[in-house]
C-alpha cells in the first residue's frame, strides 16, 4: 500500500506540474498529492503517511526538481506532518481541519527554509498570503481526502 499510495501520489505530483495554475502569487500550488498523504494518515497511520510523503519528495526531486527543490518541499513537508499528526492525534479536528493545517504549516515549513537559504527574514512578510493559500488549498485537499476516506473503507485497504 505504501508503494501504491507513493505512485500516485508522484502521478498527481507530476499532473500537478503540467498544469500550471496561474494565481497570481508565484510559488503557490493545490498540492494534489496531499490527497494521498491525509488519505494514507487516516487509512494507514502517520508513519505510513510520512514514509509516503517522504519517498514522493525524494522521487519528484530526482525526476523533475532539484536539491533545493527538496529542501523547500522537505521543510514544508516536516513541519506539515507534524502538526497534522498532533491533530489528529487529539481526535478533535476534522479531515478538512487537519489538512488546513497541514496546509499552511506547509507554507510556514517553506518560508522558514527560504529565510535561512536567502539569509533574510524579509520572507517573512510572504506569510499572510501563504497562509490564505494554506488555508484555500487545505479545504480543497481535506474535502477530497474526506471524501475518499469515508468511500474507501479499511477492508478494501
Known amino acids: 500500500m505504501i508503494a501504491i499510495s507513493s505512485t500516485l501520489a508522484m502521478i498527481l505530483s507530476y499532473l500537478e506540474s503540467m498544469v500550471p495554475l496561474s494565481f ?19 487509512r494507514l497511520g502517520i508513519k505510513q503517511a510520512i514514509a509516503v510523503s517522504f519517498i514522493r519528495l525524494i522521487w519528484a526531486a530526482i525526476i523533475f526538481g532539484s536539491f533545493a527543490t527538496f529542501v523547500y ?8 506532518l507534524a502538526g497534522m499528526g498532533i491533530l489528529k ?3 478533535k479536528f476534522s ?6 493545517a497541514g496546509g499552511i504549516l506547509h507554507n510556514a515549513g517553506q518560508i522558514i527554509a527560504a529565510a535561512v537559504l536567502m539569509g533574510t527574514a524579509q520572507i ?12 484555500a488549498t487545505g479545504v480543497i485537499i481535506g474535502v477530497v481526502a474526506a471524501l475518499t476516506v469515508k468511500k474507501i473503507p479499511k477492508s478494501v485497504i
Open 24 to 42: 497570481a502569487v508565484p510559488g503557490i500550488k493545490i498540492g494534489l498529492a496531499n490527497i494521498v498523504i491525509v488519505f494514507v494518515m487516516y
Open 73 to 80: 518541499s522537505a521543510s514544508g513537508a516536516v513541519l506539515s
Open 89 to 91: 492525534l487529539t481526535n
Open 95 to 100: 479531515t478538512v481541519g487537519v489538512s488546513v
Open 124 to 135: 517573512v512578510y510572504y506569510m499572510p498570503v501563504l497562509i490564505v493559500s494554506g488555508l
